[in-house]
T-cell receptor, first 114, second 108 residues
Framework: DAGVTQSPTHLIKTRGQHVTLRCSPISGHKSVSWYQQVLGQGPQFIFQYYEKEERGRGNFPDRFSARQFPNYSSELNVNALLLGDSALYLC?????????????FGEGSWLTVV | QKEVEQNSGPLSVPEGAIASLNCTYSDRGSQSFFWYRQYSGKSPELIMFIYSNGDKEDGRFTAQLNKASQYVSLLIRDSQPSDSATYLCAVGQSRLYFGRGTQLTVWP
């Protein structure tokens, strides 16, 4: 069975550009969450979507946005990139709105902003 | 702001020893607690979760929870070099709050 898939795996962007990261959850999972992990830190919650509705938002600026599609895949968009946005972006998939014991992370998208 | 603190590393233990990883949290109302393992350059992998006070064992891993003290720990028995990784403590319901992680090195 396919796990959580994310794309792209690595990318380099220039300050001021925008980026779109994509995530496909495990088949049958309806909840997708996004986390940002800066080097040396634990992951920080950005968004949660369940059944295509936003269920939670972390303390991130409005430059960060996301959406979930009818097939439960999700996109994370970041506008006006800053150097500090360089991080590993993790997508987490779950079959319920909350179910910590069944949250699975994808391999992540490594974003470098130069 | 809910905070999760982990004991500062790095932690280095010899093969076969017990590794003890500790975590405290600020939100007294927290109900769910998780330990993730993260190898360098990889994403976090869930290894244990615990909801009730006391101990929960899974193979070589034991999670311990004390809600009165707002403390959760992970013990790794018979540590192996393959256990060398960063261990993340996470607390939460609909969203997870993570600590900064403790880097564990098990030397042969």
């Amino acid at each position: 069975d396919a796990g959580v898939t994310q794309s792209p795996t690595h990318l380099i962007k220039t300050r001021g550009q925008h980026v779109t990261l994509r995530c496909s959850p495990i088949s049958g999972h309806k909840s997708v969450s996004w986390y940002q992990q800066v080097l040396g830190q634990g992951p920080q919650f950005i968004f949660q979507y369940y059944e295509k509705e936003e269920r939670g938002r972390g303390n991130f600026p409005d430059r960060f946005s996301a959406r979930q599609f009818p097939n439960y895949s999700s996109e994370l968009n970041v506008n006006a990139l800053l150097l500090g946005d360089s991080a590993l972006y993790l997508c987490a998939s779950s079959d319920r709105a909350f179910s910590g014991n069944t949250i699975y992370f994808g391999e992540g998208s490594w974003l470098t902003v130069v | 702001q809910k905070e999760v603190e982990q004991n500062s590393g790095p932690l280095s233990v010899p093969e076969g020893a017990i590794a003890s990883l500790n975590c405290t949290y600020s939100d007294r109302g927290s109900q769910s607690f998780f330990w993730y393992r993260q190898y360098s350059g990889k994403s976090p992998e869930l290894i244990m979760f615990i909801y009730s006070n006391g101990d929960k064992e899974d193979g070589r891993f034991t999670a311990q929870l004390n809600k009165a003290s707002q403390y959760v720990s992970l013990l790794i028995r018979d540590s192996q070099p393959s256990d060398s990784a960063t261990y993340l403590c996470a607390v939460g319901q609909s969203r997870l709050y993570f600590g900064r992680g403790t880097q564990l090195t098990v030397w042969p």
